[in-house]
């Protein structure tokens, strides 16, 4: 026996992600019109694009003509970006390791700080540069996470001002709990909003005499010296959608351009952009009493006809979705999962459709026919998040470009 001739194609993908770019581009313009005209979109594309595709993604925004400026997690992320997308302007939205910094200045990304430390090992980097190197000062107003408190903010505004190898090219904050507390996000907006006055921008957010107090009274400011525009922001998706503009130049869309809204009442104004298919490699009818997957936490009551889906917990499904009530669309029908969702396969329960086969296709995340499912409902039914089923699709998931 001769074993038969290798073929020339790679093997059909056992699971894979449609992107679909004419979505994509649709929740631009959302953003774009929910914004108006004159703001500064800065597009998040960290952790691949939302596990969409870091730069695919990006070239699609880019051509929109809406989108310049890109938001990512790390140097090794920038690096990655401005390989495929040379000319694009690249912010870096974590600290940096010390080691890191020399390769952000030689590359021309631009790093939030939160610390003279860093101000200053960043003003040594670029001490030969002309003109000076742009760094924004990130403010923590109830995050936790990074940023100068505002207690603060006064003595390091001042002393980067004076650091001739740097100029401010903005000043953020980052919104915590938009989707859950209103109240305090609402504070932070003013806060931030009074600060810029004092900056010597305008913002019209109503006051509020209740806020804690703007910085003393012998905060030295110098707004001449600050570059025109100074980029001012705080809103991510679910502060652009559900709260007002106030005078901030720019903003930090991300869940909401890959289609799946932060504020559930939005939603309907997005498109989802990612469908997430598999196919079933197996369909058997198993008898009544019979378990399912590992453990037998889930035993047949009645014959049932059992399809394997060649999708697991490896490919980024999650194992969290067992014994929780998901299902997935197949022919246009919703079939619950049975079990436990295991490393490379996952069980469901195909009884209402006598129809079903291997190499049917089935929709993890998307539409089908007239039923769809949404990432959110994943996230709510295996209590995590819409970004976290995003970003933990993994390289095994092929991406598949659509309406480019």
């Given at each position: 026996?001769?074993?038969?001739?290798?073929?020339?194609?790679?093997?059909?993908?056992?699971?894979?992600?449609?992107?679909?770019?004419?979505?994509?581009?649709?929740?631009?313009?959302?953003?774009?019109?929910?914004?108006?005209?004159?703001?500064?979109?800065?597009?998040?594309?960290?952790?691949?694009?939302?596990?969409?595709?870091?730069?695919?993604?990006?070239?699609?925004?880019?051509?929109?003509?809406?989108?310049?400026?890109?938001?990512?997690?790390?140097?090794?992320?920038?690096?990655?970006?401005?390989?495929?997308?040379?000319?694009a302007g690249i912010t870096?939205?974590?600290?940096?390791?010390?080691?890191?910094?020399?390769?952000?200045?030689?590359?021309?990304?631009?790093?939030?700080?939160?610390?003279?430390?860093?101000?200053?090992?960043?003003?040594?980097?670029?001490?030969?540069?002309?003109?000076?190197?742009?760094?924004?000062?990130?403010?923590?107003?109830?995050?936790?996470?990074?940023?100068?408190?505002?207690?603060?903010?006064?003595?390091?505004?001042?002393?980067?001002?004076?650091?001739?190898?740097?100029?401010?090219?903005?000043?953020?904050?980052?919104?915590?709990?938009?989707?859950?507390?209103?109240?305090?996000?609402?504070?932070?907006?003013?806060?931030?909003?009074?600060?810029?006055?004092?900056?010597?921008?305008?913002?019209?957010?109503?006051?509020?005499?209740?806020?804690?107090?703007?910085?003393?009274?012998?905060?030295?400011?110098?707004?001449?010296?600050?570059?025109?525009?100074?980029?001012?922001?705080?809103?991510?998706?679910?502060?652009?959608?559900?709260?007002?503009?106030?005078?901030?130049?720019?903003?930090?869309?991300?869940?909401?351009?890959?289609?799946?809204?932060?504020?559930?009442?939005?939603?309907?104004?997005?498109?989802p952009v990612l469908t997430?298919?598999?196919?079933?490699?197996?369909?058997?009818?198993?008898?009544?009493?019979?378990?399912?997957?590992?453990?037998?936490?889930?035993?047949?009551?009645?014959?049932?006809?059992?399809?394997?889906?060649?999708?697991?917990?490896?490919?980024?499904?999650?194992?969290?979705?067992?014994?929780?009530?998901?299902?997935?669309?197949?022919?246009?029908?919703?079939?619950?999962?049975?079990?436990?969702?295991?490393?490379?396969?996952?069980?469901?329960?195909?009884?209402?459709?006598?129809?079903?086969?291997?190499?049917?296709?089935?929709?993890?995340?998307?539409?089908?026919?007239?039923?769809?499912?949404?990432?959110?409902?994943?996230?709510?039914?295996?209590?995590?998040?819409?970004?976290?089923?995003?970003?933990?699709?993994?390289?095994?998931?092929?991406?598949?470009?659509?309406?480019?």
């Amino acid at each position: 026996m001769h074993p038969p001739p290798a073929s020339h194609f790679p093997p059909p993908a056992r699971c894979w992600a449609e992107i679909d770019l004419a979505a994509l581009r649709h929740n631009v313009g959302v953003v774009r019109a929910t914004v108006g005209p004159e703001t500064t979109l800065l597009a998040i594309v960290k952790a691949d694009g939302y596990g969409h595709g870091m730069v695919p993604v990006a070239r699609a925004l880019r051509a929109t003509g809406e989108v310049t400026n890109f938001g990512v997690a790390s140097l090794a992320e920038a690096l990655h970006l401005r390989a495929g997308l040379p000319d694009a302007g690249i912010t870096i939205l974590s600290p940096a390791l010390p080691d890191e910094r020399a390769e952000i200045v030689r590359h021309g990304f631009l790093p939030w700080i939160s610390t003279l430390a860093e101000a200053e090992d960043y003003a040594h980097q670029a001490r030969d540069l002309s003109p000076a190197f742009p760094v924004e000062i990130k403010l923590d107003t109830g995050m936790g996470r990074m940023g100068v408190l505002e207690a603060d903010f006064p003595a390091l505004y001042d002393a980067v001002q004076r650091l001739p190898a740097l100029r401010v090219a903005g000043v953020l904050t980052h919104l915590p709990s938009p989707d859950e507390d209103t109240d305090f996000t609402a504070a932070q907006l003013a806060r931030m909003s009074r600060l810029q006055t004092r900056l010597g921008h305008s913002a019209d957010f109503p006051p509020n005499d209740d806020l804690p107090p703007p910085p003393p009274s012998s905060f030295i400011l110098h707004p001449s010296s600050f570059p025109i525009p100074l980029r001012f922001h705080a809103q991510n998706s679910a502060g652009l959608l559900g709260y007002a503009r106030d005078g901030r130049n720019l903003v930090r869309p991300g869940l909401m351009l890959y289609g799946s809204s932060p504020l559930p009442a939005f939603q309907d104004r997005l498109r989802p952009v990612l469908t997430l298919k598999t196919r079933l490699t197996l369909v058997r009818t198993l008898p009544a009493h019979h378990g399912v997957s590992y453990g037998r936490t889930f035993r047949t009551t009645h014959p049932t006809r059992v399809g394997t889906l060649a999708m697991g917990y490896a490919d980024g499904y999650p194992r969290h979705l067992s014994n929780v009530g998901a299902e997935v669309l197949v022919r246009g029908r919703r079939c619950p999962v049975l079990g436990r969702v295991t490393m490379d396969q996952t069980m469901i329960d195909v009884s209402a459709l006598p129809e079903a086969a291997p190499g049917d296709e089935a929709v993890l995340i998307g539409r089908q026919g007239d039923e769809e499912i949404l990432a959110g409902e994943l996230a709510a039914k295996s209590g995590t998040i819409p970004w976290e089923i995003f970003t933990g699709l993994t390289a095994r998931v092929a991406r598949q470009y659509l309406n480019p």
